[in-house]
């Protein structure tokens, strides 16, 4: 399958194309790409058993389509944790490598860096990386912006868009640290964080619905 095949897969997946229908102006968006490519891809995909069409609404992924998509995203996190782990990558550099990686990894070679790595079950943002079947754990980590001042929490996922990512690396803010909520300010005001070390650290209200933590019995 080609990277392209694969990408337009991943796209219609992120855009919850497992479970309603994707129109196309979104996959084009999403692409970058015209509406022609999309109507011609879309026709191959169908032609594969990989999505389903209707008329004037949009795509679908079948169950084909949606094992696809899980094993391309098997590969992608596994890569980012190599590239993390191994090879000193930050957070926010992982993406754009770990992209063009997934697309000429056999299922022998990722098998392999499973193995190498440990069998990860998180990649470096905290989200769930698939077993080899194409199954996922449940996710049940809530954002920051759900708790009260007071509350101790450790962080487990965040939004891995590559701005935010270094938003939080420009406030030391790694998975796993821990966190009491020291105050909260009104009318959508940050929120101020102190780690046991007694390091403060202030995070802005809209940050706050995009850091998954999980709180500290």
Known sequence: MTPNKENFIKAIYELNGANQIVPNKD???MLNVSAASVTDMNARLVKEFII???PYRGVKLTEKGINIAHQLIRRHRLW???LSEKLGY???EIHEDADLLEHIS???LIERL?????HPTVDPHGDIIPNQHGESAKMNHKPLVEFKKEDRVVIKQVDDQNDFLKYLIDKKISLGDQYQIIDIDPYDGPYTLEN???HRVVISYKAAFRI???LVE
């Open 80 to 82: 980012e944790v190599f």
């Open 27 to 29: 996959l084009a968006q």
């Open 52 to 54: 389903t069409y209707t």
């Open 90 to 92: 930050e957070w926010n």
């Open 196 to 198: 046991d070390q007694q």
């Open 212 to 214: 998954f933590v999980a």
């Open 106 to 108: 056999s299922d022998k």
């Open 114 to 118: 499973d193995a190498f790595l440990g």
